[in-house]
């Protein structure tokens, strides 16, 4: 079948409109809180990254020795997921900080025939009420007390989803994908300069024994970059779990010790043997939506990425047809002045971002867990409400964006006021059979919840929920609730040409609430600038959560930033840090087809393939 097949099937089970939509008054008042800093910090920027080139297959990850394992699977004649499960597995021990067995996972897999969603979110506790990051005197919690211990841990979903995945999809045994990792956490491994500098800058250590014995030396200074570091309790743990399937997480000796970790700590949470042994892993509806001569498919809810990219396409698309002279096409990147030596036209970064205010305030406003809550999928994604969405795009910026009313109310709700901190990382592959996956894992902020049980760190997953349950007495669809999946901006990618279906790239990127425009812009390098896999990644990161329009620090020029200002933008230079991996079917002038894969510089990545 088809992606378009997929897609005509999706908007047929999408939640059926309702004749009249809701007036949600004081409910479109635009979020105020400030917008958080990056999840992870920045480690440098390497310029001499270029497209690596296969024939066969290609695997790509934040960590050279997780790619390194991807590929080692490729080779043995595995499918794109059986590399995803060895990246992950190796992600566990050498980028502790950002993924693990102890998180969860959002995966969009293309087999050949048809585009399949796996859901490996976590979930939150029977015990959690939506007072959870509620203090004394009814006011949130600060993020940080919050974070760190079991309060914020959920229920880990990735390796469920794997499985699951894998039974479907994999063609080596599940044991075989864990043996890399189990010998590099036996042997060890090269702390990398970016764990060191997170280790180094991470305040919230000291409250973990563990985490100190693992990552400090005696004298409580960090190791240093190069030092060997083993994992003998992880490997224990990997080799159980190759043996046993994923019941070796979610049974016995190890989920006792979850349990006992999160119940028993000073900040306690409610996570029990329960939740591990009924959590189960979900295979959702792609959702895929036309952009010009493209497909591009990704997450449903609970990720708010699909629905955003979604989102942010769709209106650029209806401006397009509304002003031919508002084509991207035609406002190609140029050489800069500044560090990058490229970036986007003004006017580029003007629509994207305005684009991504509108996509940002619906978010806000409507996504969260559709097994909880009742999200108008296909009210959002309507071209008609996009096309009225992309008429409030002007020569000014609008500053801050109001969500607005699509088709499909049921319920109003107060917006989410509460912004994301989501540590992560991003593999993709694509193997011998023309399979493909792109997979979003993460633990949440840098090092999670802080507990470490058996060589791995525990996420806090639950502060992906928002802090303040209700508003003016309407409920924040985002509020916590038992058994329910946390808001993502997890956005892993599928691209796919319209017209033939064959399979075009695969993409994502971690970075907090920062996914989406990170995805955002790499999708447009790739489809309107027609980039290479590794210029469209190192392309500047830009975009706008909704406030001011954010920049790379030290990335673009002068003149451009200038030229945002006079079209009313507040511009606002950070560290963008994001990790985009893509690999991308090219053909040469005989039509022959091959493989073009892209890491993101700001990061340690690299794409491996033959």
């Known amino acids: 079948m088809s992606p378009a097949s997929h897609l005509n099937r999706n908007r047929l089970s999408a939640l059926a409109l309702i004749a009249a939509a809701l007036t949600l008054g004081a409910c479109n008042a635009p979020p105020t809180s400030t917008l958080p800093l990056a999840p992870e910090s920045a480690s440098g920027y390497r310029s001499d990254l270029q497209t690596r080139y296969a024939t066969r297959h290609m695997a790509a990850a934040a960590n050279p020795l997780a790619a390194e394992a991807g590929r080692e699977m490729l080779r043995q ?48 506790p029977a015990g959690a009420s939506e007072k959870l990051f509620l203090q004394a005197d009814g006011k949130p919690m600060p993020f940080t007390q919050a ?18 995945a894998h039974r479907k999809h994999g ?21 990398s300069p970016r764990l060191h500098q997170l280790i180094a800058a991470d305040s919230s250590m000291r409250r973990s024994p563990e985490m100190m014995a693992y990552f400090m030396n005696a004298d409580g200074s960090p190791k240093a970059a190069g030092t060997l570091l083993k994992n003998p309790a992880l490997a224990a743990v990997l080799k159980r779990i190759a043996k046993e399937g994923p019941d070796a997480l979610y049974k016995g000796a190890v989920a006792e010790e979850i349990v006992a970790k999160v119940q028993g700590h000073a900040n306690p949470g409610s996570l029990s043997l329960n939740d591990l042994q009924a959590y189960q892993a979900k295979e959702r509806q792609p ?10 498919c990704g997450m449903p809810p609970p990720s708010s990425g699909g629905v955003a990219i979604a989102q942010i396409l769709g209106t650029l698309n209806a401006l397009q047809a509304r002003d031919p002279s508002l084509a991207l096409a035609t406002m190609k990147p ?8 490229i970036e986007p036209a003004p006017e580029a970064v003007h629509l994207i971002s305005e684009a991504e205010r509108l996509a940002y305030a619906d978010r806000a406003q409507y996504l969260a867990d559709a097994d909880f809550v009742p999200v108008p999928v296909q009210g959002l994604l309507d071209p008609g409400y996009l096309a009225s969405r992309a008429a409030l795009i002007g020569e000014r910026s609008m500053g801050t964006a109001q969500p607005g009313t699509p088709a499909g109310i049921q319920v ?10 989501i540590s992560t990382s991003q593999v993709v592959a694509v193997d011998d059979q023309g399979g493909a996956v792109s997979m979003t894992t993460t633990v949440e902020s840098a090092f999670g919840s802080h507990l470490m049980v058996q060589g791995f760190l525990l996420n806090n997953q639950m502060t992906d929920f928002s802090f303040i349950p209700e508003e003016n007495g309407q409920k924040v669809a985002n509020r916590v609730e038992p058994g329910k999946r946390p808001r993502s901006s997890m956005a892993p990618t599928l691209i796919f040409d319209r017209a033939s279906g064959e399979f075009l790239a695969t993409l994502g990127s971690p970075g907090g609430s920062q996914i989406i425009e990170y995805v955002a812009k790499s999708t447009i390098g790739l489809l309107d600038w027609n980039l290479d896999a590794q210029t469209a990644i190192n392309l500047p990161n ?14 673009f020029s002068n003149e451009l930033i200038q030229a945002l200002k006079d079209k009313g933008h507040s511009v606002n230079e950070i560290d963008m840090t994001s990790g985009t991996q893509a690999i991308v079917r090219v053909r040469d002038a005989q039509g022959k087809a091959s493989l073009a894969g892209g890491a993101d510089p700001r990061r340690e990545g690299q794409a491996l393939g033959d």
């Open 77 to 124: 004649g595995g499918s794109a997921i059986d590399s995803a499960i060895a990246m992950q597995a190796v992600l566990t021990l050498v980028e502790p900080q950002s993924s693990g067995i102890g998180g969860g996972a959002l995966i969009v897999l293309w087999d050949g025939k048809a585009v399949r969603t796996y859901d490996g979110r976590e979930t939150a």
């Open 412 to 421: 109003a709700y107060a917006p989410d006021r509460s912004p994301l901190r």
């Open 147 to 164: 974070q760190i211990g079991g309060r914020s841990v959920g229920t880990p979903g990735v390796l469920r989803a794997l499985e699951l």
């Open 287 to 296: 959702l895929c939506t036309d952009y010009k001569r493209w497909q591009v």
């Open 542 to 555: 830009f975009g706008s959560r909704n406030g001011p329009t954010e920049l790379e620090r030290g990335q």
């Open 334 to 341: 140029r050489k800069s002045s500044a560090a990058a030596g």
């Open 171 to 191: 063609r080596l045994p599940w044991a075989t994908l864990f043996e890399p990792a189990i010998k590099l956490a036996e042997q060890g491994f090269a702390i």
